[in-house]
T-cell receptor, first 117, second 110 residues
Framework: GAVVSQHPSWVICKSGTSVKIECRSL??????MFWYRQFPKQSLMLMAT?????????EQGVEKDKFLINHASLTLSTLTVTSAHPEDSSFYIC?????????????FGPGTRLLVL | KNQVEQSPQSLIILEGKNCTLQ??????????LRWYKQDTGRGPVSLTI?????NTKSNGRYTATLDADTKQSSLHITASQLSDSASYIC?????????FGTGTSLTVIP
């Protein structure tokens, strides 16, 4: 099956620093990638939809200047949490939507756990 | 309002037993419905995907059903194993939007 990787798998940083998370589709091209945030014992919450070559579409309540998304190629999207604060600590998951040949299924990455001290 | 509700919220069963998880949705228009398994600290993994015309789909010990008229889906797990302990998430798609249920946390005990 299709594989989506995320890097890093976990990160601990000081408050005020910026953190970049990479999401890669390893064996397929994804024109659309999604970024989710998940708090403990809660479902995934969509933050933004990332389309290759264009600006990301953010969900209501998600600050685009806080969470910078760059979909640089058909296999790579990055999420940068700028000036991270303890309340940004969460589990960040990306997904990539494969093309019609794979049934337009979303494939999820393994997630990145962010802890801001 | 487009919503996806899952029940029960959590479930504990003995190894080897069967269980059924429920998903009710109000999402419209309906494109498809997926069941995902999410292990703790990991990303979700797709189990099944069902379109409007499909009533039942199996993937090993997992069998999903869909009643598009009543907007209900179920995921039946047969002969549960300890490795089935996870969260199970129902996701309904409409157009290019995906609506996630809150998940059912399943714990299988020996």
């Amino acid at each position: 099956g299709a594989v989506v990787s995320q890097h890093p798998s976990w990160v601990i940083c000081k408050s005020g620093t910026s953190v970049k998370i990479e999401c890669r589709s390893l064996d397929f091209q994804a024109t659309t990638m999604f970024w989710y945030r998940q708090f403990p014992k809660q479902s995934l919450m969509l933050m933004a939809t990332s389309n290759e070559g264009s600006k990301a579409t953010y969900e209501q309540g998600v600050e685009k200047d806080k969470f910078l998304i760059n979909h640089a190629s058909l296999t790579l999207s990055t999420l940068t949490v700028t000036s991270a604060h303890p309340e940004d600590s969460s589990f960040y998951i990306c997904s990539a939507r494969a093309d019609r040949g794979r049934g337009e299924t979303q494939y999820f990455g393994p997630g990145t756990r962010l802890l801001v001290l | 309002k487009n919503q996806v509700e899952q029940s029960p919220q959590s479930l504990i069963i003995l190894e080897g037993k069967n269980c059924t998880l429920q998903c009710n949705y109000t999402v419209s228009p309906f494109s498809n419905l997926r069941w995902y398994k999410q292990d703790t600290g990991r990303g979700p993994v797709s189990l099944t995907i069902m379109t409007f015309s499909e009533n039942t789909k199996s993937n090993g010990r997992y069998t999903a059903t869909l009643d598009a008229d009543t907007k209900q889906s179920s995921l039946h797990i047969t002969a549960s194993q300890l490795s089935d302990s996870a969260s199970y998430i129902c996701v309904v798609r409409t157009g290019n939007q995906f609506y996630f249920g809150t998940g059912t946390s399943l714990t299988v005990i020996p």
